[in-house]
C-alpha cells in the first residue's frame, strides 16, 4: 500500500505500528509543505495514545495553535499544521473538522478508545477512500492502494460501468467498486468496536447570511463582500515553507487568482510571482497568448510549456490508471492537466488555480441552459420535436435536455456523456443512471430555481467526482500540491446565498465576478468566449491516436469485446472517422474504461 501511494508524497515514508496487538498500521507518504523538519507522520500526542497521518494543508493552523496552547495542550513541533490535528483531537474529538480551514483528508487513530476517525475537507479536494473486509478497515488516499491491499480481482456490476459511461465518472460516496466506498466532502466516519457512525459536519446550502472565517460579519456591497472573502482566501493559502506558483490559463478565474497572489506579494514587498499555461499547436484549443497577456498586465514572471501531441500520450494514460487513477475517467484535460502539473514541478511544489470558480460563481453554459428551458418552457418543448439544424454537440444536448420533464432530466440531456440512444447502442440492456441519481440528492430540494439547483449539484458530484479528483489525481502524480482559493469554504458559502440576478443573466455567467474584479483585469478577459481547458483528442482520434485507439476498442480480450455490443462500438468509432458525428467524449470514456479493464482485470457481474 505504501509503494502505491509513494509519488504522491516521495520525500519520506512513516510506518506506525500499534505496539500492543501489531493489528494496527499507519502508513505514509511526505511530500513537506509546513515545518521541513518537524512535520514527519505518523505523529503522535505526548503519551503515544493518539497517531494521525494526514493530506493536505490547514491554513488556520497557527491561530488552532495558540487556541489549544491556551486550553494546556503541549506542542512539540515549531508549526507543523498535522500536530494541530493531534491535540484538537483531544481537545474537541469529532468537532474537530468544524474549526478546520483548509483542504484535508486524514485519519486519527485513538488508542484509549480504540477508535478510528476519517475525515474529509468541506469541498472534497483531498481524496479519502476505505473498505471494510473480514480483516477489519482499510483507507488510503488512492483507490489504487486499497485495491492492491484486497490482492485479488474486485466485482463490479454493468449498472456501475452504465452509471460511469453516463457521468463520465464516479461521484462520492460511491467508487466504481462496490466494496470500496469514497468519503464524502464535509464528512467524517468513526468506527469503534465495529460500529461505525457516519458524521456530517457541513452542508452546501447556505441557510444562514455568510461571514468570514472567524465569524464575523460581511461589511459592505456584495462586489466588496467577495474582493474581501477571496483576498481573505488567497492570504491564508499562500502559507508555505517552500516556493509557489500560480496556473495562469488566460481565462476568467486563474486570471483573478493570480492577479491577487501578485498584488498580495507587491504589498509584502516580494518579487513577482511566476505563472505557467500550456500552449497547443491546435489553434482552436490555444490559449497561451491570453494567458501571456494578463501575465503581462499583473506583472508576473510568466512560462508557457506547449504541448504537441506526444507519443506517450497512451502509456501516460496507462500510468495514471495504475497509480493515481484506480477507476475509469472520462476527462481528457486529465492529460494537460499532468502535464502542466510537471512543468509547475520543476518550478515549486504548491501551485494555485482557479477551481471551483465555474460551479460556484455560474460558469458554465449549462446554467444559462437551463434558465432558458425553465423560463422559456413552451418554446423549448417545440425546439425538442425539431430535426437538429446541424451536426453540433451543444445542439443535440440542449435539444436532448429540452426534451426532459423535470430538472433532473434536463441537467442529465446537457451533462451526459452517453445519451440514451448511444447507451442502447453499445449496452442494449442496460438504463442511463444519472437523472434517477440527481432526483435523489437531498439537499437539492432547498432551493427553487432548477439552474441553481444544477449548481449545487455540480458543487456536490461534479467537482468532487470530476474536477476536483482530476486535479488531485494529475498534480499528486508529479508530488505537486495545488490549492484553490475559490473553494475556501466561506467563499462558496457566499456564492450559495448570492441572489440570482448576481450570478448570471441570458448572455453570461459570473456577474458578480466580472463586477468584483473588472479593474483588476484587462476588460478582454471578462469579454472573450469562455474555453475550456481541453486538449484536442478528437482530432488526434483521427490522427495519430487512431491506431493506438483501435487497437484498445478492438482487443479480443478487451471490455467492449467481451462486455458490450463490438457492433455499436464500431458505429460509434466509424462515424467519429468520417467526421460524420463528434464522438470524442464517448470514445475517450471507451478508451479509459478498457485501459482500466486492462490494468486491475476486475470481475464484471451483470
Known amino acids: 500500500m505504501l509503494a502505491a501511494i509513494t509519488h504522491r508524497g516521495p520525500n519520506a515514508q512513516g510506518i506506525w505500528i500499534d505496539p500492543r496487538t501489531q493489528a494496527s498500521v499507519l502508513l505514509h507518504a511526505r511530500l513537506p509543505i509546513i515545518d521541513l523538519p518537524g512535520g514527519t507522520q505518523p505523529m503522535a500526542n505526548e503519551d503515544q495514545m493518539v497517531q494521525v497521518v494526514f493530506n493536505g494543508e490547514i491554513y488556520n493552523h497557527q491561530e488552532l495553535r495558540n487556541q489549544l496552547r491556551a486550553a494546556g495542550h503541549t506542542f512539540r513541533t515549531d508549526h507543523s499544521d498535522t500536530e494541530v490535528l493531534v491535540h484538537g483531537w483531544e481537545q474537541w474529538k469529532t468537532d474537530l473538522p468544524a474549526h478546520l480551514l483548509g483542504m484535508f483528508s486524514f485519519a486519527v487513530w485513538d488508542m484509549r478508545t480504540n477508535s478510528l476517525f476519517l475525515c474529509r475537507d468541506r469541498m472534497g479536494q483531498k481524496p479519502l477512500f476505505f473498505m471494510t473486509t473480514h480483516e477489519g478497515i482499510a483507507f488510503a488516499s488512492t483507490i489504487n492502494a486499497l485495491v492492491v491491499a484486497h490482492n485479488a480481482p474486485l466485482a463490479v456490476p454493468m449498472a456501475r460501468i452504465a452509471a460511469y459511461l453516463t ?22 466516519a468513526l468506527f469503534t468496536d465495529g460500529i461505525r457512525r457516519d458524521i456530517s459536519y457541513w452542508q452546501l446550502n447556505a441557510p444562514t447570511p455568510p461571514t468570514t472565517a472567524i465569524g464575523a460579519p460581511l461589511q459592505g456591497e456584495p462586489a466588496e463582500q467577495l474582493r474581501t472573502l477571496l483576498a481573505t482566501a488567497v492570504e491564508s493559502q499562500l502559507l508555505a515553507d517552500v516556493p509557489l506558483t500560480c496556473f495562469l490559463s488566460g481565462g476568467v478565474d486563474s486570471s483573478i487568482i493570480a492577479a491577487l497572489v501578485q498584488q498580495r506579494q507587491r504589498a509584502a514587498g516580494g518579487n513577482a510571482i511566476t505563472t505557467l499555461s500550456v500552449g497547443f499547436a491546435e489553434a482552436d484549443f490555444d490559449e497561451s497568448t491570453f494567458a501571456a497577456d494578463i501575465a503581462r498586465h499583473i506583472g508576473s514572471r510568466h512560462q508557457t510549456i506547449h504541448l504537441p501531441l506526444r507519443d506517450d500520450a497512451i502509456p501516460t494514460l496507462d500510468w495514471l490508471m495504475r497509480y493515481a487513477l484506480g477507476q475509469p475517467f472520462a476527462d481528457s484535460s486529465l492529460l494537460p492537466t499532468y502535464h502542466l502539473a510537471n512543468a509547475a514541478r520543476s518550478l515549486a511544489p504548491v501551485a494555485l488555480s482557479g477551481d471551483g470558480a465555474d460551479e460556484c460563481f455560474g460558469g458554465y453554459d449549462r446554467y444559462r441552459a437551463m434558465r432558458f428551458i425553465t423560463r422559456w418552457c413552451r418554446l423549448a418543448r417545440i425546439a425538442a420535436r425539431l430535426p437538429a439544424l446541424n451536426r453540433s454537440q451543444r445542439w443535440r444536448r440542449l435539444k436532448s435536455a429540452c426534451a426532459g420533464h423535470d430538472w433532473p432530466g434536463q441537467y442529465a440531456g446537457l451533462t451526459d456523456i452517453f445519451s440514451p440512444s448511444d447507451m442502447r447502442l453499445i449496452l442494449p440492456d442496460a438504463a442511463p443512471q444519472m437523472a434517477a441519481t440527481i432526483a435523489a440528492s437531498s439537499p437539492l430540494s432547498t432551493l427553487h430555481s432548477p439552474w441553481r439547483k444544477t449548481m449545487l449539484l455540480d458543487q456536490q458530484r461534479y467537482l468532487p467526482g470530476d474536477v476536483l479528483w482530476k486535479v488531485d489525481a494529475a498534480s499528486m502524480a508529479n508530488a505537486l500540491e495545488v490549492r ?65 485507439l483501435l487497437d484498445r476498442l478492438r482487443d479480443p480480450a478487451g471490455f467492449c469485446r467481451n462486455y458490450l455490443s463490438p457492433a455499436g462500438v464500431e458505429q460509434l468509432v466509424n462515424q467519429h472517422l468520417a467526421r460524420q458525428r463528434d464522438h470524442t467524449h464517448r470514445l475517450f470514456a471507451l478508451l479509459m474504461l478498457e485501459i482500466w479493464f486492462h490494468q486491475f482485470h476486475p470481475a464484471i457481474t451483470p
Open 167 to 188: 457521468a463520465g465518472y464516479t461521484a462520492p460516496p460511491q467508487t466504481i467498486y462496490p466494496t470500496i466506498a469514497a468519503l464524502a466532502p464535509g464528512a467524517g
Open 484 to 548: 484553490s482559493p475559490f473553494l475556501d469554504h466561506c467563499v462558496v458559502e457566499f456564492a450559495n446565498a448570492l441572489p440570482d440576478a448576481l450570478i448570471l443573466n441570458r448572455r453570461r455567467g459570473k456577474l458578480l465576478l466580472r463586477q468584483a474584479f473588472g479593474p483588476l483585469l484587462p476588460g478582454s478577459v471578462f469579454t472573450r468566449k469562455k474555453h475550456g481547458f481541453a486538449v484536442p483528442i478528437g482530432q488526434w482520434f483521427c490522427g495519430p491516436l487512431k491506431e493506438p
